[in-house]
Nanobody, 120 residues
């Protein structure tokens, strides 16, 4: 069973940057996709970005960058120029790799989430 544990969330001011990390255990995810989603209060879960060897799948928001450390079975997201509307629970996810033509991704495993709160 895959376990995903997020870290790095917190309270920041608008304009700040934040780096979230996710460490996977239970299985080597080197050939799997890993990425991030977020869910704000009262809203549906929203895709942030994902990466698999050789390609990435990004959201339309150019402020977020995904990176992976395959040696440490982890994925990170760098959130820049944060706005109050970025306040949400950010979830790490992992699953089957997406293809080069895919524009969406459905993960199999989820973390518990880490809260990011952006004050104005």
């Amino acid at each position: 069973q895959v376990r995903l544990v997020e870290s790095g969330g917190g309270l920041v001011q608008a304009g700040a940057s934040l780096r979230l990390s996710c460490l996977a255990s239970g299985r080597d995810l080197g050939t799997s996709a890993m990425g991030w989603f977020r869910q704000a209060p009262g809203k549906e879960r929203e895709f942030v970005g994902a990466m698999v060897r050789g390609r990435s799948l990004d959201s339309a928001d150019g402020r977020f960058g995904i990176s992976r450390d395959y040696g440490k079975n982890s994925v990170h997201v760098f959130l820049s120029t944060l706005k109050p509307e970025d306040t949400a629970v950010y979830y790490c996810a992992a699953g089957a790799p997406f293809g080069a033509q895919d524009r969406t991704w459905t993960p199999q495993w989820w973390g518990q989430g880490t809260q990011v709160t952006v004050s104005s």
